[in-house]
């Protein structure tokens, strides 16, 4: 097992950005960036024991500064979206600012897939991982609360990606973060992830309105492009769906255990990828935005569908929906939330 420090750059206004590598045991690689918790690279085996990054992303700095969709990064203080870019706790209004149409996505402006945070090397006896830590100062993009968030990065010698997010407030909040990885397991750059074949474990699925707010209600998946409860081709699904899968799915969980989310399975390269996750919800989202304008670390071009994210999250806009489960964090109290991506052929 290693870690390797070294610099990858610096921002426009000349903070220095560190790339930490992380090999465990088995050559298994995980890059991460401390611009925007970012993971960078990700290699692991196929079925005749070649490796290949399957992770969408960039080989230098400066792309990473530019627009992207989110490659890799960590999405907070809130992922996914709030409607309106409005939410009110304890008869306090709060205003964000709205970055997706109406409504506000990801964080805001700079949220935390943008900043800088403080990174420090961990290794235990089956894992080599990197602890990130940033503190989002009270009223940062409109959110109240001095927040420190942690994210811990741990690649274990069973060729796992653990991700393990820890926050604590001085003021009432709302939190919600994931990480925003776009997959190929055929390896990044190899074309469309439609032979994919996925399995998510949920009945239900937030039912949202045509700018993608959630109505409120759990609908059922059976019946409908939706239902991924037995697996069958990413593909499968697209004539019923305009643009291919955005949606955030109610994972068949009782309280916040350890749980299968999903399943995804590479004919192509034998990999297959198993997602475990505390949290309530997964966004299962097929890159549906990328439109062949940008080029990624194999010097080829991404196009739509050259990638996959599930993002374990909890539901979008669950601030202005009580019936969700709630995203307060008060203080005193200790956001905690772990995801698995657990890799075998």
């Known amino acids: 097992m290693n870690i390797k420090k070294e610099l990858f750059g610096k921002t426009k206004d000349g903070k220095e950005v560190m790339l930490f590598t992380l090999t465990n045991a088995k050559n298994a690689t995980l890059k991460v960036s401390t611009y925007g918790g970012t993971i960078t690279a990700l290699e692991v085996p196929d079925k005749d024991g070649n490796f290949a990054d399957v992770v969408l992303g960039f080989d230098n700095l400066e792309d990473y500064l530019g627009e992207h969709p989110f490659f890799g990064v960590i999405a907070g203080r809130y992922a996914n979206r709030i409607a309106f870019g409005k939410f009110t706790l304890d008869g306090v209004e709060y205003k964000l600012a709205t970055t997706d149409g109406r409504h506000h996505l990801h ?22 991982g990197v602890k990130l830590t940033y503190l989002s100062k ?79 209600e759990l609908a059922p998946v059976k019946g409908t492009a939706l239902d991924l409860t037995t697996a069958r081709p990413i593909s499968a699904g697209f004539n019923e769906l305009k643009d291919g899968y955005d949606h955030n799915y109610v994972l068949n969980k009782e309280g916040n255990e350890l749980s299968l989310a999903a399943r995804v399975y590479d004919p192509e390269s034998g990999r297959k990828m198993e997602v ?35 993002e374990t999250q909890h539901f979008p806009d669950s601030p202005n929906h009580e019936s969700f489960p709630s995203t307060r964090l008060n203080p005193g109290e200790t956001f905690r939330e772990k995801t698995i991506y657990k890799f075998f052929v």
């Open 107 to 128: 964080g805001g402006v700079t949220g935390f897939d943008k900043v800088v945070w403080d990174g420090e090397e961990v290794k235990t006896d089956s894992a080599v």
């Open 138 to 216: 009270d009223g940062e993009e409109g959110y109240p609360g001095n927040l420190r968030t942690t994210v811990t990065y741990l690649l274990t010698n069973d060729n796992e990606l653990v991700i393990e997010y820890e926050a604590e407030t001085d003021k009432p909040t709302v939190v919600n973060l994931t990480n925003h990885s776009y997959f190929n397991l055929s390896g990044e750059g190899s074309g469309d992830i439609l032979s994919h074949e996925i399995m998510i474990n949920a009945d239900r699925y937030t039912a949202v309105d045509d700018e993608l707010i959630p109505t409120g």
């Open 276 to 310: 475990y996750t505390t949290q309530p919800g997964v966004q299962f989202f097929t890159g549906n935005t990328m439109d062949g304008t940008l080029k990624g670390k194999s010097g080829r071009i991404y196009h739509k569908h050259s990638g996959f994210c599930l």
